[in-house]
């Protein structure tokens, strides 16, 4: 199963500019809690975000995009570091398992969270 | 030696050649980093599922200053790597980097010109005012 | 203008790979002018002073390529850089990174020239049979391609790509806008086999724009500029800078 690299880099292009307006929605989020930044920090204040639905699509759109992003961008690094075709087999699963890894406990945590 | 290739000590040197590459340079170097704090990000959040206790105990590892500080850096690789990250897509894009034309001397490079260079500098500036506000968020309370 | 001579000392990596295992520096003391270039001082040690060094230059006059080296950590032409303009004492010789070396500063433009024949730097045009027929074609259908043409192979900007020190197979900015010139030639009919071979893991993707190609480029060719072109056609943008073909007609 092999991607073409367009499509490949297209999805790398769309997930990066959507993961801009979706990582500054959730610093926002932060800085405009009324009892200042620190006190979005603790404890009931997190787990009440985890309650706010559209807070909880936009941290699973941020953990898509960014997980896919980040870890093509590695993909794409260390394919250019060496060459061969089991080194980029094994580029290819590594960073598709890591993207995955990552997306599965940032999804695990938002379920587990929303229903506590 | 006899290959003679550059290797990563190419992509490591950010000088020689302006500020093109030293924005790729700085480019590849934040999200590398942002891939990273990423990865932690995910790990510390997830402290909020184990109760309370846990939580107070990974804000205790965190709000330090040594953390503030690192948090500091990450807002300003976030922020350059975004800007300069926009910057590249119009350019690969074809946009912002000219037409062909009848070379004349000096053989300015229209693709490395005012507006591509500013666009970098804007972001590092951009990524140094994020950093100036982050701190001043974090060491004020 | 009255004379200025200044003394520099060049220093010159000498290295043979079939007797040495690592590369020294020779240095050299040379008296330069206004106008002495760095191949001239080279040239000028090649004859007064140690015959042995190894190097290539032919028109010196920056046309046909053949004395791309490393100057002062920078890729360039010896005959078009001058000793004044480096604002040293001391010149650095090496030769170009990212191919082999024959000797010195001799390098092996092999695997170079490879690249530049895998890319088809040619027309294809199936009507352009063996009939005498000749394309006509407009000056603004010439101006998308022209500067591109003026690349001479020097192998500076393969030098200077950080992607080609790491990626044995990236082709490389030469090889790459070669591949614009002829894409977007309308005299050209093989755009879907052009695009073809660029789309790949290892192809125009992993030009990341760092730009220093365009800045060593000794003849405006601008590489990073047919790069990011080629780049924005496979994503669909630019199709419109390629009027339809340039017409034939046939000579009777």
């Given at each position: 199963m092999h991607m073409r690299e367009s499509s490949i880099m297209k999805v790398h292009y769309y997930t990066g500019l959507a993961a801009i307006v979706l990582v500054a929605i959730h610093v926002l989020f932060?800085?405009?809690?009324?009892?200042?930044?620190?006190?979005?920090?603790?404890?009931?204040?997190?787990?009440?975000?985890?309650?706010?639905?559209s807070y909880v699509v936009v941290l699973e759109l941020i953990l898509i995009t960014v997980a896919i992003h980040g870890f093509n961008g590695l993909r794409v690094i260390l394919l250019e570091l060496r060459q061969g075709n089991i080194w980029e087999s094994a580029v290819r699963w590594l960073c598709i398992a890591g993207a995955l890894a990552v997306l599965a406990y940032g999804t695990r945590t938002i379920i587990l969270a929303s229903m506590m | 030696m006899k290959e003679n290739r550059e290797g990563i000590r190419g992509w490591l040197n950010p000088s020689r050649y302006g500020i093109n590459r030293f924005a790729y340079w700085l480019q590849r170097l934040t999200g590398l980093g942002l891939l990273v704090?990423?990865?932690?990000?995910?790990?510390?959040?997830?402290?909020?599922?184990?109760?309370?206790?846990?939580w107070d105990k990974m804000l205790e590892f965190t709000q330090t200053t040594t953390g503030h500080i690192v948090l500091i850096v990450v807002i300003g690789m976030c922020v350059f790597h975004a800007a300069n990250g926009v910057r590249l897509y119009i350019a690969e894009h074809g946009r912002g980097i000219g037409n062909p034309g009848r070379p004349e001397y000096p053989y300015t490079p229209t693709s490395l010109n005012k507006g591509?260079?500013?666009?970098?500098?804007?972001?590092?500036?951009?990524?140094a005012i994020a950093m100036a506000y982050g701190a001043y968020i974090l060491f004020s309370e | 203008m009255?004379?200025?001579?200044?003394?520099?000392?060049?220093?010159?990596?000498r290295f043979n790979p079939s007797k040495d295992r690592y590369a020294t520096y020779d240095e050299y003391d040379v008296t330069a002018e206004r106008w002495t270039t760095v191949l001239d001082a080279l040239l000028y040690?090649?004859?007064?002073?140690?015959?042995?060094?190894?190097?290539?230059?032919?028109?010196?006059?920056?046309?046909?390529?053949?004395?791309?080296?490393?100057?002062?950590?920078?890729?360039?032409?010896?005959?078009?850089?001058?000793?004044?303009?480096?604002?040293?004492?001391?010149?650095?010789?090496?030769?170009?990174?990212?191919?082999?070396?024959?000797?010195?500063?001799?390098?092996?433009?092999?695997?170079?020239?490879?690249?530049?024949k895998s890319m088809k730097p040619y027309i294809i045009n199936e009507k352009a049979d063996g009939n005498a027929r000749?394309?006509?074609?407009?000056?603004?259908?010439?101006?998308?391609y022209l500067q591109f043409s003026y690349c001479i192979k020097c192998g500076l900007c393969y030098s200077?790509?950080?992607?080609?020190?790491?990626?044995?197979?990236?082709?490389?900015?030469?090889?790459?806008?070669?591949?614009?010139?002829?894409?977007?030639?309308?005299?050209?009919?093989a755009t879907k086999e052009r695009l073809r071979i660029v789309d790949d893991r290892h192809g125009v993707w992993r030009c990341h724009f760092a730009g220093s190609c365009s800045t060593v480029c000794p003849k405006g060719v601008d590489p990073a500029l047919g790069i990011q072109l080629?780049?924005?056609?496979?994503?669909?943008?630019?199709?419109?800078?390629?009027?339809k073909g340039a017409m034939l007609y046939s000579r009777t």
């Open positions: 932060r800085l405009t809690v009324p009892e200042g930044y620190y006190a979005s920090l603790e404890y009931e204040n997190v787990l009440a975000n985890y309650k706010n639905i | 704090y990423f990865i932690a990000h995910i790990s510390e959040t997830s402290n909020v599922v184990y109760g309370k206790e846990a591509m260079k500013a666009l970098v500098w804007i972001s590092m500036a951009l990524a | 009255g004379d200025i001579m200044k003394k520099v000392k060049v220093r010159i990596q040690i090649k004859a007064h002073i140690d015959h042995s060094i190894a190097l290539r230059y032919s028109c010196r006059m920056a046309s046909c390529g053949s004395c791309g080296m490393l100057i002062n950590g920078v890729p360039r032409l010896a005959c078009y850089t001058k000793v004044y303009e480096l604002n040293t004492d001391v010149i650095t010789c090496k030769p170009l990174p990212n191919f082999p070396i024959i000797r010195d500063l001799a390098t092996d433009f092999k695997e170079f020239f490879a690249k530049h000749e394309f006509i074609q407009k000056p603004e259908d010439v101006e998308m200077a790509c950080p992607t080609v020190g790491t990626d044995k197979r990236f082709p490389g900015p030469q090889a790459l806008a070669q591949m614009y010139r002829y894409l977007i030639d309308n005299r050209d009919d080629l780049r924005a056609y496979l994503l669909g943008y630019g199709k419109e800078k390629r009027k």
